[in-house]
């Protein structure tokens, strides 16, 4: 069975800082889809970045970025230069070709300014 | 604005009443995705529809719940005879179906309190 931990519920971070949310995962496929997606309060949730397995080089989407470790079935997203906006519930998910998504408990990362 | 939609927003209703919730895809997008999200919990998945062709349902979608999706447009997901177990957020999402990565799209959800 497939299964996604994030092991930190809550997060903080000043804003300008950076700030690593942490993920892993199980699952003995080995073509799949990782994702981060970002749910802010009350609002829906949408896409922060995605990663192939295929591929060995981390996706970056301008201040987001990913460490994918498929050996140790790891995938970390990176969050540059804090913005307040960046505040929301971050939920890391992994996808098979089955297509329906699997999600974590998520990560409740609060910006300081 | 082109996103998912999904009515109503917000939903009350007494145990052991019926209630049917819409999700409107984004244009074009063949595949549907329910998912129900708990307090303090990430989605988990219910049902999803490639075209009018629902191909695959969750343990967690007892014979109480049914969903459509008629001509392969929009949705219906009703809950018959509802129990408290019921209150949570129903997320609907779509994708385009193309080879490889899909990404999936999330409406704003169906918040549903059952008292």
């Known amino acids: 069975a497939q299964t996604v931990t994030q092991s930190q519920p809550e997060m903080s971070v000043q804003e300008a800082e950076t700030v690593t949310l942490s993920c892993t995962y199980d699952?003995?496929?080995?073509?799949?889809?990782l994702f981060w997606y970002k749910q802010p309060p009350s609002r829906q949730m949408i896409l922060v970045i995605r990663q192939e397995a295929y591929k060995q080089q981390n996706a970056t989407e301008n201040r987001f970025s990913v460490n994918f470790q498929k050996a140790a079935k790891s995938f970390s997203l990176k969050i540059s230069d804090s913005q307040l906006g960046d505040a929301a519930m971050y939920f890391c998910?992994?996808?098979?070709?089955?297509?329906?998504?699997?999600f974590g408990t998520g990560t409740r990362l609060t910006v300081i300014p | 604005d082109t996103g998912v939609s999904q009515n109503p927003r917000h939903k009350i209703t007494k145990r052991g009443q019926n209630v049917t919730f819409r999700c409107d895809p984004i244009s074009e997008h063949n595949r549907l995705y329910w998912y129900r999200q708990t307090l303090g919990q990430g989605p988990e998945f219910l049902t999803y529809?490639?075209?009018?062709?629902?191909?695959?349902k969750s343990r967690l979608l007892s014979d109480r719940f049914s969903a459509e999706r008629p001509k392969g447009s929009f949705s219906t997901l009703e809950i018959q005879r509802t129990e408290q177990g019921d209150s949570a957020m129903y997320l609907c999402?779509?994708?385009?179906?193309?080879?490889?990565?899909?990404?999936?799209?999330f409406g704003p959800g169906t918040r549903l309190l059952v008292l």
């Open positions: 699952t003995s496929e080995s073509d799949y889809y």
């Open positions: 999402a779509s994708s385009p179906r193309v080879a490889g990565l899909e990404t999936q799209y």
């Open positions: 998910a992994y996808q098979t070709g089955a297509n329906n998504l699997f």
């Open positions: 529809f490639q075209n009018e062709a629902q191909l695959e």
